[in-house]
């Protein structure tokens, strides 16, 4: 698996780090945004042998925000 986090303000982890559940790996920024009105929000990605694949199954606890009309 690989996971892509984008629009970060801050990345607390680099590429190839171990990481866990429990600890933050970045603060979510608002780059990349083509409305300004967006704010800050994540663009998340998981990739499974180069294929992108749902994420969703994989989230505990997922509540899903969609501003898009």
Known sequence: YIT?????KKNFVQSGDRV???KAIAEMGNSG??????????H???WKNGIAIDP???I??????????
């Open 20 to 22: 866990n559940s429990n």
């Open 56 to 58: 969703a199954p994989f």
């Open 4 to 8: 892509k986090y984008m629009h970060n």
């Open 44 to 46: 998340f990605e998981l």
């Open 33 to 42: 945004s083509s409305v300004k009105n967006e704010g800050i929000h994540l």
């Open 60 to 69: 505990k606890n997922l509540k899903l925000v969609d501003n898009i009309e």
